[in-house]
């Protein structure tokens, strides 16, 4: 076997470029990861200070009153929140007033209080938030969540960057047949067996079983009909090199972490009252309040979008997430996860219509959010 230093010129320098892609990729894959994890805690912080809010907002009567059971009431609709592990509401001298336990079997504890905000351990998420009315402070509502969300994330990612590098295209195919992969980025011009003939390889070994691997095409080519080429040989994508972050990025969230497709189920009231645990007087208040924001809440989404504001577009986006969590509206909450996606990756053109759809699906959700407060009304009737 000759060492590289007899290799001809020919085949160092495709052995170096492969070798600087693939440090680029895995450093791509890494950085994806990364920024994915930072923006999935500052979107989980944004969406519990969301629910704290509107718990908050729901309490002050209890508080006003001193009607603890209210309270508890109140923190019952936290159920619809899988991720909440326990709530405790306080009143301003710092005693507690109601408590909510996702499991019985919890014990009977609340934290020591910290001043607003959001705080993560090592396996929590604590949301602090300020109960007021009129300007004057009434209490503290506490949230404590899990993080299986962002671990599952963190472990899908990892996942996806234990990157296996084949030095040939005959070393990717043996690789396939004995590791599964979620991906493969697929070098064109690899020696031996190239990227077009271990593709088609590939794909004619997995027609018995109806499998199907995403491959990426990755060539130093950025030639008019390339795409199409790669496309036409059975790839899935196709970047040119050299690699940038932006492209990896946008491959791996398309073939590995596509949004959750539109629910065909259909929609009935009594699917928005169970997010609530049943409570209707409270499902029909976060609905009135709703009907009237939402308008509000899309003007300043337009609004945002027209001047590039990103931020503003994220945390109103937050907003409208933990607004919408209450009434089972998925094909809203998908296409409010699609735009989601087009701003988190910077891509205002694409956020355009993006908005647009999720405007036509809260028009279209509008009649049966009024129903809703009928059948609330007509509900709340037949109890009394």
Known sequence: MRSFRDSSIGSKLTFLIMATSSSALLLACLAVGAYDMLDLRRSMASDLHVIAAIVGENSTAALTFNDANAARDVLSALRSEPHVRSACIFTRDGRQFARYARLPSDPDLCPLLRPEGSYFTSDRLLQFHTISLAGESLGLVFIDSDLQ??????NRYLAIVAAVLAGNGREALALWQTQKFDLLFMDVQMPELDGFAATAEIRRREQPAGDHLPIVAMTAHALKGDRERCLAAGMDGYISKPVKFELVQQEIERLCGAPAPLSTSSWTPEKALARV?????LLRKVTSVFLDEYPNTMQHLRAALQ????????ELIHMLQGELSYFALEPAMAQLRLLQQKVHEGDPQAAGPSLQRLQDELDS???RLLQLLEVQHEGAGRRG
Request: charged share 40%; glycine share 4%.
């Open 149 to 154: 969300e962002l671990a599952s994330r963190r």
């Open 277 to 281: 645990d049943g409570d209707l007087d």
């Open 307 to 314: 001047q590039t504001d990103l931020q503003a577009m994220r």
């Open 365 to 367: 959700a509008r009649p």
